[in-house]
Structures are given as structure tokens and as C-alpha cells.
């Protein structure tokens, strides 16, 4: 099984700031089988970058991704209220499919 | 547009059985899977399994192997998740998602709470 460690845990910003979380995996995930999702409470996932880097439709391009390998990120340019969340990755190339435990961006 | 819709919460009792639909509407439904995704309290996601009407294959997560069973019904355009032996750990919301397998999950259902509790 692929396990996804995503770092920080929480991560505490300023409106305006730039957010950088990490989704790191215990074996090579080919980037094109990665994606970021956001999760609001009371409210369902969603996709924000799919393949790694790309994004998904509607996702504002404050939002990136990058990364291969082992080595991912997400990075959020310049915070809005809205985007105060929690943060998934998601492997899809091998079986178990599996998640990253989550990123919590909160309000500083 | 694409729309999952799913069934309303649950209340079981340890032990009992719990069957989730997730109507699915504005696409094909055997062109895509449907993934199974639940969080319990406090929790991440995790994702369960995933199933297709395409060439009807499953994929379960091995903790799960045994006591769930996804089924397709391709004229409803409908996919079930049952779980069975239920104990106080599955007590999650439980979503259904297009895709997930092969793909991301683009579109994604309501949720449906499901509580388990003597």
C-alpha cells in the first residue's frame, strides 16, 4: 500500500500569504495519478488539481501543483478567506487508492 | 450536468448491515466508476473501493474485503455500497465519487451519515 504523508499537519497563515503543502509518498506515484482535493466542513471534497499539476475546471489560478516521484505540492499563491480548508492528496495508480491524512490551513 | 445524489442517513445497531445508494445523472453511467469514500469523526478520507457497470470489476480496499459489496444497475444509473458486521468504528460519512480508480474524483455526492450505535 502507497501511504501519503502530507505535511505540515496544520498550517497557520495571514490572509495574502502563500501557502506550500507537501504530500509525500512511501513509493514512486507517476504524477499523473495524483491529485489535490479541498474538504470544507458539512460540505464534500473537491478536486482542485488533477495529473499533479493540472487544475481542475473552475479552480482559480491562485492554486498550483508540481512535483513527481515521491515529492508533491500544492501551493496556494496569495490566501483568500475561502480557501481556509482542509487539504487532501490522493494517489489513483495502485491499488489500495489512498489518501494523504490532510493538511488543516487555518486563519492566523 | 453531471449530479450524485445520495441516500439519506442511517442508524444501525452493532453487528447489522447498511446498504448507501448514489443516483448518478448527466453522464454515461458505465463510462466511468463510481468510488466509495468515507470520514469518520475527527478523521481523514479513506477511500473504500470502487466499482463499474463498464466490464462490471470491483476494486475493494483490503480492510474492507469480506464484509462490503459494491453493486451497478445500469438502468437506474445507481451504484450501492453495503457494509456488513457493522461496529462503532464505521460509524463516517460516507460519500460516493465519480471516478477515483483511474481518475480523480471530479464530481462528488451529498454524503450520507451512517451511525452505529447499540
Known amino acids: 500500500e502507497i501511504v501519503l504523508t502530507q505535511s505540515p499537519g496544520t498550517l497557520s497563515l495571514s490572509l495574502g500569504e502563500r501557502a506550500t503543502l507537501s504530500c509525500r509518498a512511501s513509493?514512486?506515484?507517476?504524477?499523473?495519478?495524483l491529485a489535490w482535493y479541498q474538504h470544507k466542513p458539512g460540505q464534500a471534497p473537491r478536486v482542485l488539481m488533477y495529473g499533479a499539476s493540472s487544475r481542475a475546471t473552475g479552480i482559480p489560478d491562485r492554486f498550483s501543483g508540481s512535483g513527481s516521484g515521491t515529492d508533491f505540492t500544492l501551493t496556494i499563491s496569495r490566501l483568500e478567506p475561502e480557501d481556509f480548508a482542509v487539504y487532501y492528496c490522493h494517489q489513483f495508480g495502485s491499488s489500495p487508492r489512498t489518501f494523504g491524512q490532510g493538511t488543516k490551513l487555518e486563519i492566523k | 450536468q453531471v449530479h450524485l445524489v445520495q441516500s439519506g442517513d442511517e442508524v444501525k445497531k452493532p453487528g447489522a448491515s447498511v446498504r448507501v445508494s448514489c443516483k448518478t445523472s448527466?453522464?454515461?453511467?458505465?463510462?466511468?466508476?463510481i468510488s466509495w469514500v468515507r470520514q469518520a469523526p475527527g478523521q481523514g478520507l479513506e477511500w473504500m473501493g470502487w466499482a463499474t457497470a463498464y466490464n462490471d470489476n470491483r476494486d475493494y480496499a483490503q480492510r474492507f474485503q469480506g464484509r462490503i459489496t459494491m453493486t451497478t444497475d445500469t438502468p437506474t444509473s445507481t451504484v450501492y455500497m453495503e457494509l456488513r458486521s457493522l461496529r462503532s468504528d464505521d460509524t463516517a460519512v460516507y460519500y460516493c465519487?465519480?471516478?477515483?480508480?483511474?481518475?480523480?474524483?471530479?464530481?462528488w455526492g451529498q454524503g450520507t451519515q451512517v451511525t452505529v450505535s447499540s
Open positions: 465519487a465519480r471516478g477515483g480508480f483511474s481518475t480523480s474524483c471530479d464530481y
Open positions: 448527466g453522464y454515461t453511467f458505465d463510462s466511468y466508476g
Open positions: 513509493q514512486s506515484v507517476s504524477s499523473s495519478h
